[in-house]
């Protein structure tokens, strides 16, 4: 907060006060409030009546937040920033705590519902001082000039801001809905919320870094939480005593993947059974298994050496 906000913070509050003391006493500014509402605007001039019936719109809350909120979660996504929309969440609660609280505390009718001509219609039941209409209209479009970039950019936006603002406020004024003490008091709220905006940047950067850790932590867990790919099991190289490993074992027996050693006949003996046959014994020659034919004797021999030949017969 400069020393220039901090001065301006100031005067705008006290701007603030005197309103609602001049209200509260029905002093002069009561009596202009009557002698306007009196005039009846939309009678003088009804030709600005359906133009202005959709102008007034642009102090909305529900469709001007809608419409800022778009244009800078655009800005934030190309920023790779939260502070815009934090920005505009924060002057968001700050109007709706600060002004929601004076309507409902102070309770004036409004000029379609007074009840005693010259009266302040205070403590009535009523939600119309300040003006929300005139206070979201210099908040929401004045968040637009706080956060622009380039000191011309923020001359232009301001202009603006002030611009919607100073006409919304009229309008509420030409249509009825509201005094014109609920509108100098709604300018007022709105301005004291721009003006106290510096004092919640730290409020908003310590909760951005909070909002970025929380994603972080949640991407680590949800990735964390995936199954990790089963890398393909090769060979794997067994260690062999120094006196197994140089009684020329080849580098493949060595790589191979371990077996559990059997004692000695027990590995032929599963081999046979799993074939369907017997174990073969101890030095005698290994059975055949059932069902499988021994190949015939090779017929393409000759006769063996030293024996005479057969006759041919039966033919």
């Known amino acids: 907060m400069s020393r220039h906000r901090i001065a301006l913070f100031g005067g705008t509050l006290a701007f603030y006060l005197a309103i609602v003391w001049a209200v509260l006493i029905t002093s002069w500014l009561v009596a202009l409030d009557w002698k306007v509402m009196l005039f009846r605007p939309y009678q003088q001039w009804p030709e600005l009546h359906p133009f202005l019936d959709y102008y007034v719109v642009l102090g909305q809350r529900g469709p001007t937040a809608v419409m800022v909120a778009c244009w800078l979660g655009w800005r ?36 379609h519902y007074a009840t ?9 039941g009523g939600d119309i001082f300040p003006s929300g209409h005139t206070a979201n209209a210099v908040v929401t ?7 622009a970039t380039t000191p011309r950019a923020r001359r232009y936006l301001s202009a603006v801001s002030a611009t919607v603002s100073l006409g919304v406020g009229l309008t509420t004024v030409y249509i009825g809905t509201h005094w014109l003490s609920d509108v100098l ?16 940047e730290p409020l908003i950067a310590r909760t951005e870094e909070w909002i970025f850790a929380v994603r972080e932590r949640w991407r680590e867990r949800r990735g964390g939480s995936r199954l990790a790919p089963v890398a393909d099991a090769g060979p794997q190289p067994v260690l062999l005593p120094q006196s197994m490993a140089t009684d020329g074992l080849t580098a493949e027996a060595v790589t191979a993947p371990a077996e559990p050693v059997l004692p000695a006949g027990h590995a032929a003996a599963t081999r046979a059974r799993a074939h369907g046959g017997h174990p073969a014994r101890p030095g005698s020659m290994p059975v055949a298994p059932a069902g499988v034919r021994r190949p015939p004797p090779h017929t393409e021999r000759g006769p063996r050496a030293g024996s005479p030949a057969r006759p041919m017969t039966g033919g």
């Open 76 to 111: 934030s996504w190309r920023q790779h920033t939260l502070r815009p929309l934090l920005v505009l969440g924060t002057s968001l609660l700050l109007l709706n705590v600060t002004v929601g609280a004076v309507k409902l505390g102070l309770g004036r009718l409004g000029p």
């Open 116 to 124: 005693q001509i010259g009266s302040a219609e205070m403590f009535a």
């Open 141 to 147: 479009w004045g968040i637009l000039a706080y956060l």
């Open 185 to 200: 008091l709604g300018w007022a709220a709105g301005l004291l919320i721009l003006l106290a905006l510096p004092w919640f």
